[in-house]
């Protein structure tokens, strides 16, 4: 992803989860997404659909941190 769509999620995320916290990272070895954090934590990874130009994150979600 080229840094001014990072610029653009990193302000989305920030502005709708309400979290200054959230930080929308390029991905050392893929350009094809970015990767999304609070703080140090991962939280998921934001791809982009090249066909239409939507943005789809994905989040997975351990039964270990449900516990």
Known sequence: ???DEIRK???YFKSVFQNPKLQVKARPR???????YIGDEFLGI???????GDYNFSMAILDIDLG
Request: aromatic share 4%; proline share 5%.
């Open 9 to 11: 999620l990193d302000a």
């Open 1 to 3: 992803m080229k840094p």
């Open 30 to 36: 893929k350009e094809d997404s970015a990767e999304v």
């Open 46 to 52: 934001v791809f982009k659909d090249e066909d239409d």
